[in-house]
């Protein structure tokens, strides 16, 4: 197991330093302390995410490429929310919605080492961030850390941990876009996906959710895999707005494996765990294209998947969904595992 750094550009005067976590099988993951971003997964001597080769990209992205997402990833309606009937108005960063925490959420700041670690079976960094209080209008200063494992089994592991000194909503993800083909030129509508999941949230115009419905009989039924191209019909009403898949599924909590991911050109599968009820899907419909990425390709709409797990999305505003709230004396824990096979 190894961990190396090197400096990757220069944001606000500021070093971004690129941590590289390799174990013996040169499988390698390449995350920057920009965003906490994972601007690279490496298995079989392939890069299996999108990603920019300069900081530039990032700071100007749209796209939250490989970004650490909060305080609450995805959308918040109307940019408001109630805590203990306490109106708190957050930074609109997409129309009348605050998105993954706003302009100035954790995908946009710059974050400090907090510790190293090699053992004989893994590699790991653990990023730490402190997002004070207001900030973006959202309640509380909050203590983020986030932690980046590889192990000798070709397997990253993410640990987010948070506590707060006011009662705050906290919902953290990442936001990689796989593309688990040898080459990036190429869409993922033909990777299998299968999402153990028996119901998914209708969504509005503005990607708000409206309720929860059933899988069945619906171009959202993952739960024995297909191709993701296989039902996506544009002109059916839940995907003809979002242009492809953007929606929440709520998965099985049985399931140690919820959501595997497949590509048949290369032969490599993703198998996802997590502690999150909901895993957000999206086929990067809306995606900046003609960017350059890392490997000189340029980017294109469907050319990545997104597999986002989280929280419900915009549970403060929706009766019936559980509520996000973390209080004090309260710690935030949330982990996903993505094992790499053949």
């Known amino acids: 197991m190894k961990i190396s750094k090197k400096i990757f550009g220069i944001y606000k005067d500021q070093n971004i330093i690129e941590y590289t976590l390799s174990n013996e ?16 997964i490496n298995y079989k001597d392939k890069n ?17 490429l490989g970004a650490l997402v909060g305080r609450v990833a995805g959308r918040i309606s109307n940019g408001k929310i109630y805590i203990n009937n306490k109106p708190y108005d957050l930074d609109k960063n997409e129309g009348s919605t605050c998105l993954h925490g706003g302009r100035k959420g954790l995908s946009f700041q710059l974050w400090e080492l907090e510790e190293e670690k090699i053992t004989k079976d893994s590699a790991s960094i653990t990023l730490k961030h402190i997002s004070p209080d207001m900030e973006g209008g959202f309640p509380g200063e909050l203590m983020v850390y986030a932690k980046y494992t590889i192990d000798k089994e ?26 688990l083909n040898d080459d990036l030129n190429e ?29 069945d009989g619906t171009p959202f039924d993952f739960r024995h895999g297909k191709a993701i191209r296989e039902d996506m019909d544009l002109t059916s009403e839940d995907l003809k707005i979002t242009g492809g898949y953007d929606h929440p599924f709520i998965l099985n909590r049985h ?21 999150e009820p909901v ?4 086929t990067s419909n809306g995606i900046d294209e003609n960017l350059f990425l890392s490997g000189g390709e340029k980017t294109f709409k469907y050319q990545g998947v997104c597999l986002e797990t989280q ?11 559980p509520k996000n709230i973390l209080h004090p004396n309260e710690r935030y824990y949330s982990k996903t595992k993505y094992s790499f096979k053949e």
Do not use: C
Request: proline share 3%; no cysteine; net charge negative.
């Open 187 to 215: 869409n993922i509508l033909d990777h299998i996906l299968r999402i153990d999941g028996e119901e998914y949230i209708k969504l509005d115009e503005k990607n708000i959710p409206l309720k929860i419905s059933k899988v």
């Open 279 to 282: 895993v957000i899907l999206y």
């Open 154 to 179: 070709d397997s990253l592991i993410i640990e987010y941990f948070a506590e707060t000194n006011k009662s705050t909503p906290i919902t953290l993800t990442n936001h990689s876009y796989f593309n």
């Open 48 to 64: 299996r995410v999108l990603g920019f080769d300069n900081i530039d990209s990032y700071v100007n992205s749209t796209g939250y």
């Open 255 to 275: 399931n140690d494996y919820p959501i595997e991911l497949y590509s048949e050109k290369s032969g490599v599968r993703l198998i996802i765990e997590t502690t």
């Open 311 to 321: 929280w419900f999305p915009d549970a403060l505003n929706q009766k019936y969904m």
């Open 25 to 40: 099988k040169n499988f390698n993951i390449k995350l920057l302390n920009y965003g906490g971003i994972i601007r690279e």
